[in-house]
């Protein structure tokens, strides 16, 4: 590792130096001239960069200064045109390179690494340091009471700390205590770019601590390449190659280092710990080289085992947020037979939460879920992919896939559901058919009608002519009660028909709905109605005005309340509130026929080929459904202690107020 030494470089030029030598050297920028200096008589400089432009005196004697701490390095003088022709007319310095910080990139580039290479060569032919005269100095003190209780110390942090970096620091700082230097550094590699930089020190200088590095290439690093044990200075005086041996010293030297110690984790070396001079300047003994290296070993381990617990950990999150964030549910069953896993999707389309399913029994899963979870772990044949599903507690649709979970060895340890609400589907498939249907209807509406309109209408004739001309008295009683009935009622039906398929836009208006209600079951009421007893009417609420067509909506209603009034001697009870939810607000309308109504079914309600298939063959409900979904309403019916309940909802008028009409009493019309 080659040392450069900056000194009043611009901060644009030192970045430039910086990016040329990154790869070649270690730069110390210095502050001042006082820090320069300091560098140069402290750390091994090789090369030294000063700027001298401006010239002026106190540069010049700096300079100079600079020169006699480190007379091995290469000078390099960065200066303009100007002041290099200054400098050489009145004989003031003479470095080894020039550098004008004006010319190229390029230029400056060539310029440096020739410096740099020059620098190299020096100090590969600067002969190495006699090794010290240890005859005089006192016997290695070993003691065995610092030794157990850094031991103690360093195990202690080795089973509670959970972090890398601190982790680091506290085996250097017990490595230290442990053989009692006066500095320490621990390098460590740079997951970018791989080269060794300072992470914990004492005894250093400040610009080794910031900028100190070991370069990939550099001979100490290329030596641990080969080997992967203990390396004292001590034992590079008997080394057969001195070249190397005095490269390695001169990194040494840089970081005050007598002893390094490598750091292996998991087969790779990841950092190497320096220790300077004994404090008495004493050797190291083997004992204790021997406990260093076995501190690394501890510490290696345990750098292994934390960073598989990351990875792990990353693991886990990965996996927990991919499954928290599906959109599709996933229930997981454990060997033990409970649910192990319940991701917030599931536990959304069961209407649950997921602390009541997690580490609960299959009991907890709504019939037959759990049923079908169990057979996939009791064996693969059971296991299940697109099934659909309806639950009925729920009324939900559900598409399910099971799997079994299977170790190794091929026991079984688990079974995994994957399912997804298909309930919009379904309905939109139901939708789809149902429109289908309807033209189909259409279709054969136009037939029915070319076919049958033009006989009705003749038969119409025939019975006006014949009334005109003083028929047989039985002919015309069997005219009456027979023949008139039948035409009424396939006029009706052809009617309804037709206004089945071609429904006009709504006209929307704030309608009242309590009045139209009032109204209507007045007019369906009258003394024509044929109506064996008028609906019951009860208002428990004061309900907010609607948008609706109230000419539509009151077609929709009658024909309801006529359905539901013709199946069945029980009368009907019509119940008016207003209904809260999540959703919003909705003025809700309930039609109940009560007990003694079973013949009536929710499927042949809305369904009209169904409808066409029941005696009465009303398409009424049909149609009033059409009218309700094209103003924004929901109609829904469903069988109740066996009878029928019809609702219809209407979304609220936005800022509008429930006011009860004035003489309007609850159940009174």
């Known amino acids: 590792m080659l040392l450069v030494l900056a000194s009043n470089l611009t901060a644009e030029l030192l970045q430039r130096a910086n990016d040329y030598l990154a790869d070649r050297a270690v730069l110390l920028p210095a502050s001042d001239a006082a820090e320069a200096l300091d560098i140069a008589r402290r750390l091994p400089v090789a090369l030294v960069l000063a700027s001298m432009t401006p010239l002026t005196a106190e540069r010049l004697a700096a300079c100079a200064q600079i020169v006699v701490a480190a007379p091995d390095a290469v000078f390099c003088c960065v200066a303009t045109e100007q002041v290099k022709e200054q400098i050489k007319l009145e004989h003031l310095l003479e470095p080894d390179f020039w550098l004008d910080p004006e010319t190229t990139d390029m230029e400056i580039a060539e310029t440096l690494i020739a410096a740099v290479d020059k620098a190299r060569l020096r100090v590969d032919v600067v002969p190495a340091p006699p090794p010290p005269d240890r005859s005089q100095l006192p016997p290695a003190i070993v003691s065995d009471q610092t030794e157990q209780e850094v ?128 404090v008495l300047g004493d050797s190291y003994t083997v004992r204790e080289l021997e406990t260093l290296f076995s501190l690394s070993r501890h510490v290696g381990v345990q750098l292994e085992s934390l960073r598989h617990q990351r990875q792990h950990h990353h693991l886990s999150t990965h996996m927990h947020r991919s499954i928290t964030a599906m959109d599709l549910g996933l229930i997981s069953l454990g060997s033990d037979q409970r649910i192990v896993l319940c991701n917030p999707a599931a536990a959304r389309i069961l209407r649950l939460r997921c602390a009541d399913i997690e580490g609960a029994d299959l009991r907890c899963l709504p019939s037959p879920l759990g049923d079908r979870l169990y057979a996939a772990f009791g064996s693969s044949a059971a296991e299940v992919t697109d099934e659909k599903l309806r639950l009925t507690g729920l009324d939900i649709w559900v598409s399910l896939n099971t799997f079994r979970l299977q170790d190794d060895e091929g026991e079984p340890f688990g079974a995994v559901m994957v399912l997804q609400d298909i309930t919009e589907a379904i309905a939109e498939q139901e939708r789809g058919a149902e429109q289908a249907s309807l033209e189909l209807l259409g279709d054969l509406l136009g037939r029915i009608t070319h076919s049958v309109r033009t006989p009705m209408t003749a038969i119409r004739t025939y019975g006006q002519l014949m009334s005109e001309g003083n028929p047989a008295p039985e002919l015309a009683h069997f005219w009456h009660n027979s023949v008139a009935p039948e035409l009424e009622r396939l006029d009706h039906l052809l009617e309804q028909l037709v206004q089945l398929v071609q429904q006009p836009e709504p006209s929307l208006q704030l309608v009242d709905l309590e009045s139209l209600v009032v109204d209507t079951i007045r007019k369906i009421s009258g003394s024509e109605s044929g109506l064996r007893a008028a609906p019951v009417l009860r208002i428990t609420t004061p309900v907010p005005h609607i948008v609706v067509d109230p000419a539509h909506t009151r077609d929709a209603l009658s024909y309801l309340l006529r359905y539901l009034e013709a199946a069945g001697e029980a009368p009907v009870t019509v119940f008016v509130d207003q209904q809260h939810d999540s959703g919003g607000s909705n003025a809700r309308i309930r039609m109940r026929k009560s007990a003694g109504s079973s013949s009536l079914t929710t499927e042949q309600l809305f369904d009209p080929l169904l409808a066409l298939r029941q005696p009465l063959a009303d398409l009424g409900p049909v149609i009033s459904r059409q009218i309700v979904d094209r103003q924004g309403g929901t109609i829904e019916a469903r069988n109740e202690d066996g009878g029928i309940e019809i609702t219809i909802a209407f979304p609220v008028a936005a800022g509008d107020m429930a006011v009860r009409p004035e003489g309007m009493a609850n159940g009174q019309i």
């Open 151 to 278: 031991f103690r110390r360093l195990l202690s942090t080795l089973a509670t700390e959970s972090e890398p970096d601190r982790l680091l620091v506290a085996y250097a700082d017990a490595a230290a205590e442990l053989v009692r230097c006066t500095s320490h550094c621990l390098l460590v590699r740079s997951p970018e770019d791989g080269h060794f930089v300072v992470h914990a020190a004492y005894g250093l200088h400040s610009g080794i601590v910031v900028h100190g590095r070991l370069l990939r290439d550099d001979p100490l690093l290329t030596w641990y390449d080969r080997n992967c044990r203990v390396l004292t200075v001590e034992e590079l005086d008997a080394w057969p190659e001195p070249r190397q041996a005095g490269a390695i010293r001169r990194e040494l030297g840089v970081f005050r280092g007598q002893v390094v110690v490598p750091l292996v984790v998991a087969g790779s070396l990841e950092g190497l710990l320096m220790l300077g001079q004994r």
